[in-house]
């Protein structure tokens, strides 16, 4: 069902026309884009931070369903933001690496 679904998704999103949105939302999507991989590595750790929270507050089940409307959209977030840094700081790595290597 998962590879299904993500197959029409992808089919949806690539048989778009982009050219009526405006070059920022453009941007933004390719940089969200971009982080989706990496927010989806670690995203265990906001799930296992958040869930386990949930989990103490709101031990049955099904008074935790309603929760999900904000803790998934936290999680996503976090994920999205923590991916943003990582890739900066691999960034700035990969910029430090090129100086000290063109210094040699």
Do not use: H
Not at 69 to 92: D, E, G, R, T
Request: hydrophobic share 55%; with cysteine; proline share 3%.
């Amino acid at each position: 069902f998962n590879v299904v679904l993500a197959t029409l998704v992808f089919v949806f999103l690539i048989n778009r026309d982009y050219s009526k949105f405006s070059d920022k939302w453009i941007k933004f999507l390719k940089t969200i884009s971009g982080l989706c991989f990496a927010s989806y590595l670690v995203s265990w750790i906001f799930d296992n931070y958040f869930y386990s929270i949930l989990l103490e507050m709101v031990p049955k089940m099904t008074d935790r369903l309603p929760y999900y409307l904000i803790i998934v959209p936290v999680v996503f977030v976090c994920s999205l933001l923590l991916s943003y840094v990582v890739s900066k700081v691999q960034a700035f790595i990969e910029f430090i690496s090129k100086k000290l290597t063109k210094a040699k």
